[in-house]
Structure formats: C-alpha cells, structure tokens
C-alpha cells in the first residue's frame, strides 16, 4: 500500500513537471501559411503601442481596448535612446519599463511582437539611435562596420537577454512570438551595395543565434537569409510575396494614417479603404496583419525626430493620441476582425482557388511632358475562394471599381459589390462584412473648457546679454551644431561681433546692410546688440534655408548672437554619422561701403543651451535658483526667449486632458519638471478638398485643419499630476500671451449612425463545425458615449431614406413620422443604446418594396447634466 502510495505520487509528481514543461515551453514556428504556435497554425491581427508614446498608468487600458478590438498581437519597436542614453548605461524604468510594459500584455492575453531593430525610424529622434553613437572612432552606421556591429550587438543581446531572463519568449512560457532585426533596410541595402549586404546577412545571423525560440523578421527587405521572414510595410501589400515559397505572407505596418508635421495638415485614412487593403491583403494569402499605429500617442521630451514631426502622433489610428476610441475606424475594423475570424480555419489550411464574376474598364491618365493619354484597362471582378474539408469554406469577393457598383452573380447568388470593396463570406454564401460599408457609430471629439484657472504667472527673461564668456568655447569658422551640443538641447548660440566705422553711409540717411545666413536646419533667431532682429525655419522637406533681413547696426562694436534651433534629428536614410544640423555658411553681411564682409571664417564664440536649463527651470527643483517677476500678462507685450510658470489644481473627473496654446508662438513646455514636448502653432498649408474613400489612398489625398495650427492641444497625461500645485512651466521662443494658456478636457460631443435594413451583421453570426449559419439576426443601429456620459439629446433620427452626412441629415420622402420617439426611448440618459432596423420595431412600414434605413444623430453630455426634453433643438 505504502509503496503504491509512493509510485502514484512520483507519477504524478512527473506528470505536474511533464505538463509545466508543456506549457512553458510552446513552440513557435511557420510554414508557408502562417505562423504556427504549439502546433497551430494562426491568422494573427496585431497593433502597435509604443511603450514610451504613453505612460505606464494608460498601458492596461490601451491593451485592453486593443483586444476587444480583435487584436491577437501587440507589437513595438525597442527605443535605444531611450534604453542606453550612454554607452554601457542602461534605463529601464518609467516609460521605459519594457518589461512592465511586456508582462502588461501578457497578463491581458495577448501575443507581443518585439522588433528590436535597433534601428526603428518611428519618426523618433535620430531614428532611434543614441546620438553619442556617431563619436565611436571609425563608426559607419548599417553597414559592414565593425564599430558599428559591435555596438548594434550589444544592444540587441541586452534585449534579448533581459527578455529571457524574464522568461518573455513564447518558448519559455511568455508572450513574444517574433522578433524583428533591423528595420526597412532594403533601400539602404540597395545604395550600399556589396557592404550593406554584407552588413543585413550578419545581423540576420547574428540575431538568429541569440536563440530566443521564436521566428525573426525582416521588414522591406527582399533578401532576407533564411530563417528570417521577409515581411511587407506600406498602405497596400496585397502584391507583396515572401521571398521563399515556405514562409509565410506577414504585413507589419499597414498604415493606418500618416503622421503630422509642424507646418503641414492633419492627414486621415478612411477605414473603409484599410479595410478594403487588409482584405485584399488575406484573400491573396496573408496570415499576420499589423496596424501601424493601433495606438500612435504623444512624442514627450525631445523625442520627435523628422525633423519637425509634431508633438502629437496620433496617426489617425484606432485609439487616437489620448487613448481614446475613435469610431467608426476602432468599430468597423472590429467587426472586420470578427469576420476573418469566421474564415480562420479555411484561410490557413488551403490555399485560395481565383474565379472571374466580370469585367469593366478602368481609364488611366497617363501624363506626359507634352501631351495627356486616357488608356482604358481591362479589369476583373474577383471571387477568392477558401474550401477545404478541414476548414470549409470562405469567399472574398471583390470589387476593385473605385467608380461604380458591381452587380455579379457567385455560386448562383446576386450581390451587389460598393465601389472599392471586398465582401467577406464566411460560409461563401451570405455576406458578413463588406469594407465599404460601415455599420458603427461616428464619434466626434470635442475640447471641452476644465474651468480651471492657471494662478499665479510669473515670468524669467532669457536675458542674452548676460550669456557668461567663460563657459563658452570659441572657433574660427562655423561648427557643425550636434557636434558641440551632441544632443543635450535643441538649442545652441553662435556668436560673433562686427566693428562698424562711423562713416559708414548707413549710419547717415543710407539703407541699412542685410545680414544673410545660410543653415542647414532647423530654426534660426537673429539677434543684433541684444535685440530680436528677425526669424526664419525651414522645413522637413527643406531643411536648408536662408535667413535674410535688415540689421540695425550702430557705430563700433556690434554683437552678433544666432540662436540656431533643433526640430528633432533625422530618422530615415543612410550615412547617420555624416548629418548636419546648425549654420553651415556662409554668414555674410551686404550693403557696406567696401562691399561685402563674409563673417564665416572670423573668430566665434559658442554656447550651448539656454541659461534657463541650464538653471533647470523646467523642474520644481529648480525655479527657485532664480527672481521671478510677478505682474499681470495680459498688459505685457509677448516677448522672445521668455520662461512661464504657473500653478493649477488637477480638474475633476477622468476625461484626458490637454493644454491649449494657440496663443503661444513656438518652445517647449513641462508640467511638474515631465516634459509634454515641443509646441509650434505654426499654420498648416495644404490641399483640404473633399476626401473619399475609393481609389488608391496616398497622404495628400485626405487633409483637415487647413489654415489653423498644426497642433493647437498638447496632451497632459492625468498620472502626471498632483491634486493641487501643479507646476506648468513653458519657455517661448517667438512671443505669445500666455495668460491665455488653457487645460481642456477631451471627449465626446457627438455621435451618428447610418444603418441600413441589410447591412451585413457580423455580430449575429454563430457557427457550427461545418461552418454554415445557424442565425442571422437583423442589424441595429447602435450608439454610445464615453464612459461618465449619457445621450443626452437625439437632434435627429429617421426610419426611411434620409440623405446626409453626420451634422448635416435630412429626412427623405420616406420617413417614419415616429423615429424620434423611438430613439428617444431607447437611448436618452443611457452611455449606450441599439435599436433594431425593422419595419415592427418602427410600427409600419413607411415606403414598402423600397430598402430603408435608419440615420440617427445624438449629443453626448456628463451622466449629471439634465436630458434636453424630447421635441428641444440646438
């Protein structure tokens, strides 16, 4: 009995090991259809969130909602700079946890794609390397350079290392499934030549036997050695093919927007176009999508690049810069990802059989130097087909018309195919999904005033003269400006003076000589003898630029003070170590009596930074070391180079906040010593015509916010702040009111939805083992507020044929004269509300044999703010 006892507790003993070693030890691999975890294979949905983008207190929630959203995998970049800010100094901790911001994920239950790079783009400064990369003697960076090689390797076996130490890796139980080694290299590969491929094979080896267990990747490169993945990034990849015919079809940034540069508009991308791109993407094959950006968030401190990318990266992604969901692009990719779903088993099991519904004929203008050609194309109406024992069956029907409707006939059924869509078929009978037509509610967002006052202003001059000699150095000529502040400000002072003879015509009735200077980025404030004479800025597609302008010169010795200004380094192309930023020459002064004088080679003094940072005025720590002066604001006249401090109380509620500052010209600001980022109010030009959906999508196509700031609202993370005596502290470049500096609130205002009686309902469908429908229900249209609100009026519904947009519907000539009191009832004082298209939900049928729809428009207000009565319009 006893030795009984004895063998069935090793045996269990064995099987508790056998099963833990099971489970934490799953295996990840691929084969020409997907990617396959612990012997399955999956069609994955991913998004990226970038960890330092937001704060660790908003990574929960942002996770979740990515995973209500249908998302199977988070991805990231890993941000060097921010990890390594000098060599062999490593931090981990804020918005830099990555470990913490990895195990968040895995705790919601989701897969982690963990492109370490190091090289990431992202619009991130210097692309994500350390500046103090380019001073390792003999570095040429991404290519076969050793120093190079040696320091991307360090960095990339401290990841990785940090991740198995963690047990982070899928093969160890943890949520990371691929990993990806640098990043979008097949253009540099291609101008560097025999080097650069010499240089991508290594790093492919090299990661490969770090041995992480899991599959690497890499993103716009064709040669990719195997194991590695090529994969494909863009705002289409349905053309896209791995280079071996046994790895699988991976898209890891589809573009879900574009982002925003200071002087340019804001750029959107339709959801129904995104849509229509990630279906065609998976009906040629494609098994991993990733959103890039799922969720963009805000570019804090300096860490911008470009040069001259905003603040705000919002991307226009599913969940915008603050977090919040933004409909209809969070809900209609929703129920894209429910209908994929519907088809996972047969689109990973065989391979798709290609059928004809039609053809039409699609004209291309083809432009020439002399002439204009109209070339009609044969085009075809496709039917992608997935059938197999193992998975059944799935259609993807498509229309590629970005003109008109397609009427075709699939399997002896007639549907009718919007311009520019894909209809998805789980059962490749009834329509689930079309791309085109979107089903979800339309949010607007709104700031709304905190009313909240910001007390107690008090300002500190950054007095030039007062710039101290011995701690500046000098030069003959012009120094290259990243060279002498190696990173550690946007800002750095090029000084040098001229000795004018009082005979010179100007000082007696003549023209006033013009001082002009030539840079090579980004932003430039001339000062003569203490003054502001002037300003200039390039741009990021020009980062060149000239300043030219009158100076106010005196007889004798006349200071010269340029204050050249960073917008962030560049973050894409080759050669990172041979950049330039700062003056660059010549610096000339014209209309002197004996001519020209080419100041470039004389003798110049340089200081780096201001006199405020160095003071660390930024920070409550620091804003005692100097004598601020009090007074009112609102009669001052905004001066330059000017810091601004306040205090505030955190407003009530949980809405994200933000500070406005139209008022304010261009600088930095901070609250409680964080950095919130760069703000410029500079205007956005561009093309802000109508947009639509069909038709391939490029940035100019779709533009807002012409003529108004760039960025206006600047993103306060709430975890930031204290209940009361919060430190706001901005520093102005340029001249602005500060006294009008406001925090707002943002959150919804207004809510539409357009719903027709056939809208195709992915949420009703249930399936059985063999695939086919068990019930469809009919659609609803569906409405909702955020959190802490309730629909607080209806301004307009109708049962029929209404036309219109969102703010702008008008009932048709069929209508239900009882529409609004059926919202009314269903949706007043509720945060969310359906209602059942049919002709018994609206008692009667108000045009029969014609195909209706319901078009509601409803505000949003806090839960305890009192419902408008019924019949009441705004």
Same mark, same amino acid.
């Given at each position: 009995?006893?030795?009984?006892?004895?063998?069935?507790?090793?045996?269990?003993?064995?099987?508790?090991?056998?099963?833990?070693?099971?489970?934490?030890?799953?295996?990840?691999?691929?084969?020409?259809?997907?990617?396959?975890?612990?012997?399955?294979?999956?069609?994955? =949905?991913?998004?990226?969130?970038?960890?330092?983008?937001?704060?660790?207190?908003?990574?929960?929630?942002?996770?979740?909602?990515?995973?209500?959203? +249908?998302?199977?995998?988070?991805?990231?970049?890993?941000?060097?700079?921010?990890?390594?800010?000098?060599?062999?100094?490593?931090?981990?901790?804020?918005?830099?946890?990555?470990?913490?911001?990895?195990?968040?994920?895995?705790? !919601?239950?989701?897969?982690?794609?963990?492109?370490?790079?190091?090289?990431?783009?992202?619009?991130?400064?210097?692309?994500?390397?350390?500046?103090?990369?380019?001073?390792?003697?003999?570095?040429?960076?991404?290519?076969?350079?050793?120093?190079?090689?040696?320091?991307?390797?360090?960095?990339?076996?401290?990841?990785?290392?940090?991740?198995?130490?963690?047990?982070?890796?899928? @093969?160890?139980?943890?949520?990371?499934?691929?990993?990806?080694?640098?990043?979008?290299?097949?253009?540099?590969?291609? &101008?560097?030549?025999?080097?650069?491929?010499?240089?991508?094979?290594?790093?492919?080896?090299?990661?490969?036997?770090?041995?992480?267990?899991?599959?690497?990747?890499?993103?716009?490169?064709?040669?990719?050695?195997?194991?590695?993945?090529?994969?494909?990034?863009?705002?289409?990849?349905?053309?896209?093919?791995?280079?071996?015919?046994?790895?699988?079809?991976?898209?890891?940034?589809?573009?879900?927007?574009?982002?925003?540069?200071?002087?340019?508009?804001?750029?959107?991308?339709?959801?129904?176009?995104?849509?229509?791109?990630?279906?065609?993407?998976?009906?040629? +094959?494609?098994?991993?999508?990733?959103?890039?950006?799922?969720?963009?968030?805000?570019?804090?401190?300096?860490? !911008?690049?470009?040069?001259?990318?905003?603040?705000?990266?919002?991307?226009?992604?599913?969940?915008?810069?603050?977090?919040?969901?933004?409909?209809?692009?969070?809900?209609?990719?929703?129920?894209?990802?429910?209908?994929?779903?519907?088809?996972?088993?047969?689109?990973?099991?065989?391979?798709?059989?290609?059928?004809?519904?039609?053809?039409?004929?699609?004209?291309?203008?083809? @432009? =020439?130097?002399?002439?204009? /050609?109209?070339?009609?194309?044969?085009?075809?109406?496709? $039917?992608?087909?997935?059938?197999?024992?193992?998975?059944?069956?799935?259609?993807?029907?498509?229309?590629?018309?970005?003109?008109? /409707?397609?009427?075709?006939?699939?399997?002896?059924?007639?549907?009718?195919?919007?311009?520019?869509?894909?209809?998805?078929?789980?059962?490749?009978?009834?329509?689930?999904?079309?791309?085109?037509?979107?089903?979800?509610?339309?949010?607007?967002?709104?700031?709304?005033?905190?009313?909240?006052?910001?007390?107690?202003?008090?300002?500190?001059?950054?007095?030039?003269?007062?710039?101290?000699?011995?701690?500046?150095?000098?030069?003959?000529?012009?120094?290259?400006?990243?060279?002498?502040?190696?990173?550690?400000?946007?800002?750095?002072?090029?000084?040098?003076?001229?000795?004018?003879?009082?005979?010179?015509?100007?000082?007696?009735?003549?023209?006033?000589?013009?001082?002009?200077?030539?840079?090579?980025?980004?932003?430039?404030?001339?000062?003569?003898?203490?003054?502001?004479?002037?300003?200039?800025?390039?741009?990021?597609?020009?980062?060149?630029?000239?300043?030219? +302008?009158?100076?106010?010169?005196? $007889?004798?010795?006349?200071?010269?003070?340029?204050?050249?200004?960073?917008?962030?380094?560049?973050?894409?192309?080759?050669?990172?170590?041979?950049?330039?930023?700062?003056?660059?020459?010549?610096?000339?002064?014209?209309?002197?009596?004996?001519?020209?004088?080419?100041?470039?080679?004389?003798?110049?003094?340089?200081?780096?930074?201001?006199?405020?940072?160095?003071?660390?005025?930024?920070?409550?720590?620091?804003? @005692?070391?100097?004598?601020?002066?009090?007074?009112?604001?609102?009669?001052?006249?905004?001066?330059?180079?000017?810091?601004?401090?306040?205090?505030?109380?955190?407003?009530?509620?949980?809405?994200?906040?933000?500070?406005?500052?139209?008022?304010?010209?261009?600088? #930095?600001?901070?609250?409680?010593?964080?950095?919130?980022?760069?703000?410029?109010?500079?205007?956005?030009?561009?093309?802000?015509?109508?947009?639509?959906?069909?038709?391939?999508?490029?940035?100019?196509?779709? #533009?807002?916010?012409?003529?108004?700031?760039?960025?206006?609202?600047?993103?306060?993370?709430?975890?930031?702040?204290?209940?009361? #005596?919060?430190?706001?502290? /901005?520093?102005?470049?340029?001249?602005?009111?500060? @006294?009008?500096?406001?925090?707002?609130?943002?959150?919804?205002?207004?809510?539409?939805?357009?719903?027709?009686?056939?809208?195709?309902?992915?949420? &009703?469908?249930?399936?059985?083992?063999?695939?086919?429908?068990?019930?469809?229900?009919?659609?609803?249209?569906?409405?909702?507020?955020?959190?802490?609100?309730?629909?607080?009026?209806?301004?307009?519904?109708?049962?029929?044929?209404?036309?219109?947009?969102?703010?702008?519907?008008?009932?048709?000539?069929?209508?239900?004269?009882?529409?609004?009191?059926?919202?009314?009832?269903?949706?007043?004082?509720?945060?969310?509300?359906?209602?059942?298209?049919?002709?018994?939900?609206?008692?009667?049928?108000?045009?029969?044999?014609?195909?209706?729809?319901?078009? /509601?428009?409803?505000?949003?207000?806090?839960? $305890? !703010? $009192?419902?408008?009565?019924?019949?009441?319009?705004?």
């Amino acid at each position: 009995m006893e030795a009984n006892s004895v063998s069935s507790l090793f045996f269990l003993v064995c099987l508790a090991l056998f099963m833990n070693l099971k489970m934490t030890q799953c295996k990840v691999t691929y084969d020409r259809k997907a990617i396959v975890i612990d012997g399955q294979r999956r069609f994955l =949905f991913s998004g990226s969130i970038h960890y330092p983008r937001s704060t660790p207190e908003m990574w929960g929630d942002l996770i979740q909602k990515a995973k209500d959203g +249908g998302l199977d995998v988070i991805e990231t970049y890993v941000f060097w700079n921010g990890h390594e800010p000098s060599p062999g100094n490593y931090y981990f901790e804020g918005r830099y946890d990555l470990v913490r911001f990895v195990k968040t994920v895995q705790r !919601a239950g989701l897969y982690v794609h963990l492109r370490i790079g190091p090289y990431i783009c992202a619009e991130w400064n210097f692309g994500g390397f350390p500046v103090w990369l380019k001073y390792v003697p003999g570095i040429s960076f991404r290519t076969d350079n050793e120093p190079f090689k040696m320091a991307m390797q360090g960095f990339t076996q401290k990841i990785v290392q940090l991740m198995k130490s963690e047990r982070l890796f899928e @093969s160890q139980g943890g949520p990371i499934i691929l990993s990806q080694i640098e990043n979008e290299y097949g253009p540099s590969s291609k &101008a560097l030549g025999v080097p650069g491929y010499l240089y991508m094979t290594w790093a492919a080896k090299m990661a490969v036997e770090l041995g992480t267990g899991v599959p690497w990747v890499m993103c716009k490169e064709d040669d990719a050695p195997d194991p590695v993945i090529n994969t494909c990034n863009g705002f289409y990849c349905d053309e896209f093919a791995p280079n071996r015919p046994y790895k699988p079809t991976i898209w890891t940034e589809a573009w879900s927007g574009w982002f925003t540069e200071f002087g340019g508009t804001i750029k959107q991308r339709p959801v129904q176009d995104l849509a229509y791109a990630v279906a065609r993407f998976i009906q040629k +094959g494609g098994s991993f999508v990733n959103y890039y950006m799922y969720h963009g968030g805000t570019n804090y401190g300096r860490t !911008a690049g470009g040069p001259f990318i905003t603040t705000t990266y919002d991307y226009d992604a599913p969940l915008d810069e603050y977090g919040l969901i933004r409909q209809p692009k969070y809900g209609h990719l929703t129920e894209l990802h429910r209908a994929i779903k519907l088809c996972e088993k047969a689109l990973v099991s065989t391979d798709p059989v290609v059928t004809s519904l039609g053809s039409y004929q699609q004209v291309l203008d083809i @432009s =020439f130097s002399k002439y204009n /050609v109209s070339k009609g194309i044969k085009r075809e109406h496709l $039917a992608h087909e997935f059938s197999s024992k193992e998975g059944g069956c799935a259609a993807f029907l498509a229309n590629h018309n970005p003109e008109s /409707v397609a009427k075709v006939v699939y399997n002896n059924k007639h549907y009718n195919l919007p311009p520019w869509s894909i209809s998805i078929l789980p059962d490749c009978e009834k329509v689930a999904f079309n791309t085109a037509k979107v089903g979800v509610q339309t949010s607007h967002m709104q700031m709304l005033p905190s009313n909240l006052e910001l007390l107690s202003w008090e300002t500190y001059d950054e007095d030039i003269s007062s710039l101290d000699d011995h701690k500046m150095i000098t030069s003959v000529g012009l120094l290259e400006q990243i060279n002498v502040t190696r990173d550690t400000s946007d800002y750095l002072w090029y000084m040098t003076s001229v000795d004018v003879s009082s005979s010179e015509s100007f000082l007696h009735g003549g023209e006033q000589p013009t001082l002009i200077v030539e840079s090579s980025g980004h932003a430039l404030h001339v000062f003569i003898n203490g003054q502001i004479s002037g300003s200039t800025y390039g741009t990021r597609e020009n980062r060149r630029f000239a300043y030219s +302008g009158k100076v106010n010169l005196r $007889a004798g010795t006349n200071k010269i003070a340029l204050l050249s200004i960073a917008v962030g380094l560049p973050n894409i192309g080759t050669h990172f170590e041979n950049w330039k930023t700062g003056l660059q020459g010549p610096v000339v002064l014209r209309g002197l009596d004996h001519g020209n004088l080419d100041l470039t080679w004389q003798k110049w003094s340089y200081q780096v930074g201001l006199k405020g940072e160095e003071m660390n005025l930024d920070s409550p720590n620091g804003i @005692s070391s100097v004598e601020w002066m009090q007074g009112s604001l609102v009669s001052q006249r905004p001066q330059p180079l000017t810091w601004y401090k306040a205090y505030f109380s955190a407003p009530q509620g949980n809405e994200p906040l933000a500070l406005d500052m139209r008022s304010m010209g261009k600088g #930095q600001v901070w609250i409680n010593g964080q950095s919130i980022g760069r703000y410029w109010t500079t205007t956005a030009n561009g093309n802000c015509n109508k947009c639509s959906y069909s038709g391939s999508y490029r940035p100019p196509k779709c #533009q807002l916010g012409c003529g108004r700031p760039t960025q206006r609202w600047y993103h306060v993370p709430r975890s930031w702040l204290k209940p009361t #005596q919060n430190l706001l502290v /901005v520093f102005e470049e340029i001249g602005g009111v500060a @006294s009008q500096i406001s925090l707002v609130k943002r959150s919804v205002s207004r809510v539409c939805s357009v719903v027709s009686e056939y809208h195709p309902n992915v949420k &009703a469908w249930h399936t059985k083992s063999n695939n086919k429908s068990e019930v469809i229900q009919k659609p609803k249209v569906h409405l909702g507020c955020m959190p802490g609100q309730s629909i607080s009026e209806i301004k307009f519904a109708s049962f029929g044929n209404p036309s219109g947009t969102c703010g702008t519907f008008q009932k048709g000539t069929c209508h239900s004269p009882i529409s609004d009191a059926i919202l009314q009832k269903k949706c007043l004082g509720k945060e969310k509300c359906s209602v059942t298209i049919s002709t018994s939900n609206f008692k009667g049928d108000p045009c029969p044999n014609v195909s209706k729809q319901v078009a /509601v428009e409803a505000f949003c207000a806090p839960k $305890a !703010a $009192a419902i408008t009565e019924p019949n009441s319009r705004r």
